[in-house]
């Protein structure tokens, strides 16, 4: 069980938009920054949006990313089945000294 | 471009020690802006931080895993490395090394990661 709770899966149609949510708490993401990553099966994990709403060069601005309280969002428009991967959130953990991860959440582009 | 090489035994048996390196190029890894870490992901399962390392040595471990994690690191090779002992068939994963940016003295986001290397552990 992750300390940091996503929804197992989403999906949506090619072209709509998605939105998936990362709940933690104080010691976690209501003072840490939020990172999220994209891992297609059988590659290792990228980086998509880092200080919770920040993207990296070369990641298009269909990835958002937004932190309220203790919850943070990542959002993706215009879906592509390219978009079909596995999503990660990650934080620091104040009371822990540790990084955390989200359990993932598994993106199905219809 | 900073690039990160996992390398180890790909087979491990139980109640023996886990050792891999991961070598850095493209940078270095004395800079003073970064920490050093793995991860692992068991097969179909998500992700686990193990620790984090920096240039001089100083450490975090994830809290479940400490007692049997040492990490290390070498300036002169541009290597860090992972011990894990006492080794049983929940420690099979595959096994990335990343590097992770710092903010208020703690590692933050992930990026780049290495390809990742298999481990098994099995007599």
């Known amino acids: 069980q992750s300390v940091l709770t996503q929804p197992p899966s989403v999906s949506a149609a090619p072209g709509q938009k998605v939105t998936i949510s990362c709940s933690g708490s104080?010691?976690?993401?209501?003072?840490?920054?939020v990172s999220w990553y994209q891992q297609i099966p059988g590659t290792a994990p990228k980086l998509l949006i880092y200080?919770?709403?920040n993207r990296p060069s070369g990641i298009p601005d269909r990835f958002s990313g937004s932190k309220s309280g203790t919850s943070a969002t990542l959002g993706i428009t215009g879906l592509q089945t390219g978009d079909e991967a596995d999503y990660y959130c990650?934080?620091?953990?104040?009371?822990?000294?540790?990084?955390?991860f989200g359990g993932g959440t598994k993106l199905t582009v219809l | 471009q900073l690039q990160l090489q996992e390398s180890g035994p790909g087979l491990v048996k139980p109640s023996e020690t886990l050792s891999l390196t991961c070598t850095v190029s493209?940078?270095?890894?004395?800079?003073?802006?970064?920490?050093w870490g793995w991860i692992r992901q068991p097969p179909g399962k998500g992700l686990e931080w193990i620790g984090s390392?920096?240039?001089?040595?100083?450490?975090y471990y994830n809290p479940s895993l400490k007692s049997r994690v040492t990490m290390s690191v070498d300036t002169s090779k541009n290597q860090f490395s992972l011990k894990l002992s006492s080794v049983t068939a929940a420690d099979a994963a595959v096994y990335y090394c990343?590097?992770?940016?710092?903010?208020?003295?703690?590692?933050?986001?992930?990026?780049?990661w290495g390809q990742g290397t298999l481990v098994t552990v099995s007599s």
């Open positions: 990650g934080t620091w953990d104040s009371s822990l000294s540790a990084v955390l």
């Open positions: 990343a590097r992770s940016s710092i903010a208020a003295a703690v590692p933050i986001e992930v990026d780049p």
């Open positions: 493209g940078g270095s890894i004395s800079s003073s802006s970064y920490y």
């Open positions: 104080s010691s976690n993401i209501g003072n840490n920054y």
């Open positions: 390392i920096y240039y001089s040595g100083s450490t």
């Open positions: 200080d919770n709403n």
